[in-house]
């Protein structure tokens, strides 16, 4: 099976940061990566699909990268609301494995 | 409104069973693959189960092969998690997931929509 390494586990940042996480793959998986939010005690919600389509609704201060089998998820400019735990899924075929996460806090 | 409730869950002894439902409303249920996914206390995001919008073809986490079964009745609307020989290590919240479409087109694989999820606790 394909393993999904995601990094850094959690992060501190100041508000206005640029904040990156990224997600690597064990072996191809094209672009079929997810990036998914989850505030505490609430429901994941898609941020990015096709590892660099922002989801409608989503703010645009979120992106996605891909470069081989390293994907990136990027907040250009990081806001309280954004306080989260955000997991990378592949999608391409079974098992739809999902990273380990990154906890995302402000400093 | 996409809305995804899941039912079915509770405290269930090791060894025992429990069937898990999530009912389905605001989009054509038949044209969408479904899963379940699994949060136990603290931990991250763990996929369990996929099954087909059509139902020909499901898949299994090695972590429940052989001991849960996905289904769904696309009359009702409805998506199952049959669970048998349940341990410990299956304590989570289980959540349904709708897939953006049908599996066969690999770009709509990924999860659109969450429902809020059902607790499952195995113990003695």
């Known amino acids: 099976d394909i393993q999904m390494t995601q990094s850094p586990s959690s992060l501190s940042a100041s508000v206005g940061d640029r904040v990156t996480i990224t997600c690597r793959a064990s072996q191809g998986i094209s672009n079929y990566l997810a990036w998914y939010q989850q505030k505490p005690g609430k429901v994941p919600k898609l941020l990015i699909y096709?590892?660099?389509t922002l989801q409608s609704g989503v703010p645009s201060r979120f992106s996605g990268s891909r470069s081989g089998t390293d994907f990136s998820l990027t907040i250009s400019s990081l806001q309280p609301e954004d306080v989260a735990t955000y997991y990378c899924?592949?999608?391409?075929?079974?098992?739809?494995?999902f990273g380990q996460g990154t906890k995302v806090e402000i400093k | 409104e996409v809305q995804l409730l899941e039912s079915g869950g509770g405290l269930v002894q090791p060894g025992g069973s429990l069937r898990l439902s999530c009912a389905a409303s605001g989009f054509t249920f038949s044209t969408c693959a479904m899963s379940w996914v699994r949060q136990a206390p603290g931990k991250g995001l763990e996929w369990v189960s996929t099954?087909?919008?059509?139902?020909?073809?499901?898949y299994y986490a090695d972590s429940v092969k052989g001991r849960f079964t996905i289904s769904r009745d696309n009359s009702k609307n409805t998506l199952y998690l049959q669970m048998s020989s349940l341990r410990a290590d299956d304590t989570a919240v289980y959540s349904c997931a709708k897939s953006y479409g049908r599996l066969g087109v690999a770009g709509s694989r990924y999860f659109h929509h969450w429902g809020q999820g059902t607790l499952v606790t195995v113990s003695s």
């Open positions: 099954i087909s919008d059509s139902t020909e073809n499901t």
């Open positions: 899924q592949k999608y391409d075929s079974a098992p739809w494995t």
């Open positions: 096709a590892a660099s």
